[in-house]
């Protein structure tokens, strides 16, 4: 087992144990039989309401049947038509329209009442009155039977409504129908029937219909009013915002510390819809049983698994133990420790790898304490060398002061910018510098070469504003724009410009020098710019292009040394049209 590797033992181990495939197992099955019967509660759930909703649509119908068949009577008919606003019809006929009426509640119990309202506000019923001398055509409930125009509404239960009845039903014991009888000639309203459908109905088709141990189901009205609910319910009243704009659907929501599942399904006929609500924690027991069968299975894997991973690991961490303890001791600072042992297997690797580092941290710090001497020299031979810089400044200051003071302004001009020339290419041995202090150190540089050249050399410079706070590698323009001065002006006839230009394009520093001096053959440009792409590893043929483009090839090796081959220069030149230098920084907003 020792001389194994680390690799086999742990597949080793897996294979024995199998810890999380069995958990994996187990959980997947788990899930997936959990999934599967609430598939099924909800399918069953749904045909539960689906047959309550036929219950309920039935006895609906049957309303809407019997407004019909009240509306095709002739005594109806007649008292429809009278124009007066007496309570009814004569004597005789008014008997006979009740025994009419009395039929159907006689046939249909689950009819609390019937009433029948003409235009004029007269009624007449066979159980209901009107509470006071009020007119009934002002009811909200026969005003939304004329807007219904001959179509059933039912309206719920009955709120405040001037109509009560003998047997004194209470109004969240009824539930009314209404439906406005039409003229069938002008479609004029002629009246209003108003049926109270008894309530225990409608209970006695939901109430049956249980959900797990204390689900149940619960009818409300388009409204979201409750047309039936249980006396102890999850929750009084359901928002009628939750349920969707489709007619069926299930959804969870948190009531009371509570998760409860819904499943509704809304009718079309009555427009009412009925709600299943249950618990989210009532599991059935199918899927407890087999959640129970699983865990004991995971269980007994895992205790073997334990025993199993337990003895493996021992093999394993009693080496990787006494290697940590030499590694202990090394940093305590007994560098001279090393490991003995003859394993074969990565531990035995790692030692001898640890005894390899131990001497190579000795040979290390010899070389430390070597640099550092040779460090604190060049330190003392570097502040020795600084005091010549501040010399030849000085120098410079004075000559400066003295050509002013002959009145010789063009040689101080000259001196003043040499001055800051060598100041700037100095930097105090910064390689990054902001780039006002490039374009300062070029404008010297310029004014230099345009005391020498006079009127032949002509220069403009475009800066944009917005690249005045950057950083850039120190004497990036300075060779590009000599090469331009001696190699495009100088060789031409009459007076030449030069351009400078800088801006930022695509998140980088594009920089350009234009001149219009004598620019060069196609020949030359492909050598020169071979050589720019392998600037890094310049040789000496080809003198011409060496000489052309010497400082051009300084440039774009300290700019790919400095940021990569993503960064560097091109040119673009024709021969007699001049030629222009690009060079392609990245943007540097901190030093």
């Given at each position: 087992m020792n001389n194994l590797p680390i690799r086999y033992k742990l597949i080793s181990l897996l294979l024995v144990?199998?810890?999380l495939p069995s958990m994996g197992l187990g959980f997947l099955t788990g899930w997936t039989v959990e999934r599967i019967i609430e598939r099924q509660v909800t399918q069953n759930t749904f045909q539960l309401i689906g047959q309550v909703n036929k219950t309920l649509e039935f006895y609906a119908s049957n309303m809407q049947n019997i407004s019909y068949l009240i509306s095709f009577n002739p005594e109806i008919k007649r008292f429809l038509e009278e124009n007066d606003e007496r309570q009814g019809p004569e004597i005789n006929n008014k008997y006979s329209?009740?025994?009419f009426l009395q039929g159907f509640t006689t046939l249909y119990p689950e009819i609390a009442g019937i009433l029948v309202v003409n235009k004029n506000g007269a009624y007449i019923s066979n159980e209901m009155y009107a509470r006071s001398s009020k007119s009934l055509t002002e009811e909200s409930w026969y005003q939304e039977a004329i807007r219904n125009a001959g179509i059933s509404k039912f309206i719920g239960?009955?709120?405040?409504?001037?109509?009560?009845?003998?047997?004194n039903y209470k109004d969240n014991e009824v539930v009314s129908v209404v439906r406005a009888i039409l003229d069938p000639d002008t479609q004029q309203v002629q009246g209003v029937v108003l049926i109270d459908l008894k309530l225990r109905v409608i209970a006695e088709a939901t109430k049956d219909a249980r959900l797990g141990k204390s689900g149940y189901l619960t009818v409300i009205d388009e409204n979201g009013k409750n047309i039936y609910s249980p006396t102890q319910p999850f929750i009084d009243k359901i928002p009628i915002q939750?349920?969707?704009?489709?007619?069926s659907g299930t959804f969870s929501k948190e009531v009371n510390g509570n998760e409860l599942q819904f499943i509704y399904q809304n009718s079309s006929f009555t427009n009412w819809t009925t709600v299943g609500v249950f618990s989210s924690d009532e599991s059935a027991?199918?899927?407890?049983?087999?959640?129970?069968y699983v865990i004991s299975f995971v269980f007994f894997v895992c205790l073997f698994g334990i025993g199993a991973s337990y003895y493996l690991s021992y093999s394993m961490a009693r080496p990787i133990g006494q290697l940590m303890s030499f590694m202990q001791t090394a940093e305590a600072g007994n560098l001279m420790i090393r490991y003995e042992g003859d394993r074969q297997d990565e531990i035995g690797l790692l030692g001898r790898s640890f005894n390899n580092m131990l001497t190579q941290i000795n040979k290390l710090i010899v070389l430390t304490e070597l640099q550092e001497r040779q460090k604190r020299e060049a330190e003392l031979r570097s502040l020795q060398a600084h005091i010549k810089p501040h010399f030849l400044y000085n120098t410079l200051d004075t000559i400066n002061w003295m050509a002013r003071k002959k009145g010789a302004e063009d040689i101080a001009e000259v001196v003043e910018s040499l001055s800051r020339l060598f100041r700037i290419g100095l930097s105090k041995g910064n390689d990054i510098i902001p780039f006002m202090e490039e374009i300062e150190h070029i404008c010297s540089y310029l004014k230099i070469q345009k005391a020498r050249y006079k009127d032949k050399l002509n220069y403009t410079l475009a800066i944009a504003p917005d690249i005045q706070d950057i950083f850039v590698l120190k004497l990036v323009l300075q060779p590009i724009v000599e090469n331009a001065i001696y190699h495009g002006i100088k060789e031409r006839r009459g007076p030449g410009h030069i351009l400078i230009e800088a801006k930022e394009d695509n998140e980088q520093l594009m920089i350009r020098v234009t001149d219009d001096g004598s620019g060069m053959p196609n020949e030359i440009l492909y050598a020169l710019r071979k050589r720019l792409a392998t600037a890094l590893n310049m040789?000496?043929?080809?003198?011409e292009i060496k000489n052309l483009g010497y400082g051009m090839m300084n440039v774009q090796?300290?700019?790919?040394?400095t940021f990569g081959d993503a960064y560097g220069l091109s040119i673009d030149s024709e021969?007699?049209?001049g030629t222009t230098v690009t060079a392609i920084l990245p943007i540097i907003r901190e030093k």
């Open positions: 144990i199998s810890i329209t009740l025994q239960h009955p709120v405040n409504r001037n109509v009560t009845s003998h047997a939750w349920l969707r704009e489709a007619a027991l199918e899927v407890k049983e087999v959640h129970f040789d000496e043929e080809n003198r090796a300290r700019i790919k040394l021969k007699g049209e």
